[in-house]
């Protein structure tokens, strides 16, 4: 083909698919108003169920609902409607936004409303994102749980919806007579008190005690709508819960708190601790990882740090000794080791080189023994350095929020401005993604998770307290505190106090938790405890507690 046609049909479908893309843009392009278009619906909920409906046109008196005590009367004016792409499952689920849009299919001289509350309470609002970590958001999902709602609301089988029915999607506000909690509205600044910010580390807390079992682990996961509990663990993520635990117990002197973070370094010693040659380690199964040992260490450091329970140091220096012998000349870790093998493995993974960083300086502050602070300078000097090599490093961070909070603690022994700079280029870095809301967002097709933004507000807390202890300017500090302030009143909105409780199963519960996302009602112990230790690093900055 010649040079010249190839260009002239290139041109062309360039053309034919910008015009395509314009005009399905416009097609599904939605702008909701004030003024309602279609009918309200007026919903009752009780402990994550819809207890009834009743659908009135515009003009028309509101109906009287029965809604006993602990029942929550919903409002829903359809204030805009507009079409949905209805050939397959993903093309309809990707016609949704997540956590705006509703689902409304038609039968004849039949309706059927699932509104975004609708969509979480059966299982539908959670997005397709089929590739892994990445979190893309594609749409609303699992699909087909809408479509078996949809099909019983108007009693036929899914298999005639799907042929029968037209679907739509529709905007709602709440309209008057709406008894529903604010959730995910953010904490507007002049609001954002010490007072405030220290009542949202306290039910974190809180909510962590009240989800220990009686061997001192966790309720890993736990489902806010349907109170389903996942099998499953993470010593790493215990280690965190463990380490926040103590810190909060330690702001607030309560002695649930202290007692929670003693049983989870208890269960630790007791159900964690195995054998890696030597050395002991923790972990379960032939092959253990890093960050479980290091968050050990994390966790029994921080009951003596605090004056909590002085008997944990002893547990600390063997447990060091193993993550020494786990580091390389250059200051990196292998992060795992073979207990079968009897060997270390040589291959790294996101957040482990910053927690055992953490984990050595910590037990420096307790034990005083030099081999740990060397080791732990070694590890910094490496993680701020010649690691990230490959081509667009220079514009490439991972999640730093261990490494800066390692920046923090080791400051005051051993400053490292190098690390210091990696750690503020890394919250210039983090503002990049910051969404208006306060929270982060890593692409245009991300939700913006709870667990990311508490992580990164630890980190940013972190940097704080060590660029003022470095005497850093004005100019360095506010755009940091800038950052956090909205971050922190973001997490505060999605904090359950008591959240969206026609939505959860037991309100009471699930108080002081937080969600996965607007459209995850799912509570993992790490939530809690990135979100709660985020924002208790700008506390301590803000009452001059932190070095």
């Known amino acids: 083909m010649a040079p010249r046609l190839l260009w002239r049909l290139l041109l062309a479908y360039g053309v034919a698919l910008a015009i395509a893309c314009a005009a399905l843009f416009f097609w599904l392009r939605l702008e909701p108003g004030d003024d309602a278009v279609g009918p309200t619906l007026h919903t009752t909920w009780l402990k994550g169920k819809r207890t009834g409906r009743v659908v009135v046109a515009p003009g028309e008196p509101a109906p009287a609902l029965d809604c006993p ?48 509350d609708d969509l979480l309470a059966v299982g539908a609002a959670t997005g397709h994102s089929p590739f892994g970590e990445a979190n893309v958001a594609l749409g609303v999902g699992p699909i087909e749980r809408a479509m078996a709602a949809l099909a019983a609301d ?12 037209t679907f739509r999607r529709f905007v709602a506000r709440r309209g008057e007579g709406d008894r529903r909690a604010a959730h995910g509205v953010p904490v507007p600044d002049a609001e954002l008190t010490p007072q405030r910010m220290r009542r949202a580390v306290v ?7 009240r989800q220990q079992r009686p061997d001192g682990g966790f309720h890993y996961w736990i489902d806010g709508i349907t109170g389903e509990k996942r099998r499953g663990y993470s010593f790493p993520r215990h280690g965190g819960t463990a380490s926040f635990l ?12 202290k007692n929670a973070a003693i049983n989870a370094a208890r269960f630790i010693y007791q159900r964690g601790t195995a054998r890696c040659g030597g050395h002991p380690c923790v972990g379960w199964g032939d092959r253990v990882d890093l960050g479980s040992t290091a968050m050990a260490v994390v966790t029994y450091a921080q009951l003596v740090r605090h004056g909590l329970d002085a008997k944990w140091a002893e ?37 482990y080189t910053g927690e055992t960083t953490l984990a050595l300086v910590l037990a420096y502050e307790v034990t005083k023994n030099p081999a740990d602070l060397e080791a732990a300078k070694k590890a910094l000097a490496y993680a701020v350095g010649p690691r990230w090599d490959f081509f667009g490093s220079r514009y490439f961070f991972g999640n730093e929020h261990w490494t800066c909070q390692a920046l923090q603690v080791l400051w005051a022994h051993a400053p490292n401005p190098d690390a210091l700079d990696f750690c503020v280029r890394y919250q210039w870095f983090s503002r990049l993604m910051q969404r208006e809301h306060g929270g982060y967002n890593l692409h245009p097709l991300h939700l913006t998770r709870v667990s990311d933004t508490g992580s990164r507000t630890e980190s940013a807390g972190a940097t704080l307290v060590a660029a003022r202890a470095a005497g850093l300017d004005a100019a360095t500090l506010a755009p940091i505190e800038g950052q956090i302030r909205a971050a922190a ?19 009471g519960a699930m108080r002081g938790g937080f969600p996965g996302s607007a459209v995850d009602m799912a509570v993992r112990i790490d939530l809690a405890q990135h979100a709660g230790a985020g924002i208790l690093r700008y506390l301590e900055y803000l009452e001059g507690r932190g070095r």
Do not use: N
Not at 98 to 106: E, M
Not at 315 to 337: C, K, N, V, W
């Open 69 to 116: 005590r602990g029942c929550t009367h919903a409002v829903d004016v359809v204030v805009a409607e507009g079409p949905v792409l209805a050939f397959a499952d993903l093309a309809l689920a990707m016609s949704l936004v997540p956590g705006r849009d509703g689902l409304v299919a038609r039968l004849g001289d039949r309706a059927a409303w699932l509104t975004p």
């Open 315 to 351: 547990a600390i220096p063997p447990l060091t000794a193993f993550l020494r012998s786990m580091q390389r000349e250059d200051g990196e870790f292998m992060h795992y080791y073979d207990r079968k093998a009897g060997r270390a493995i040589d291959r790294q993974t996101q957040y």
């Open 246 to 257: 103590a810190e909060a117990a330690a702001l607030t002197g309560e002695a649930d708190l």
């Open 203 to 209: 039910e974190a807390g809180r909510y962590l005690a």
């Open 489 to 507: 009143g973001f997490l505060i909105g999605y904090q359950f106090m008591p959240g969206p409780a026609h939505l959860l199963y037991d309100p």
């Open 154 to 165: 108007l009693e036929v089988d899914v298999a005639t919806l799907r042929r029968d029915a």
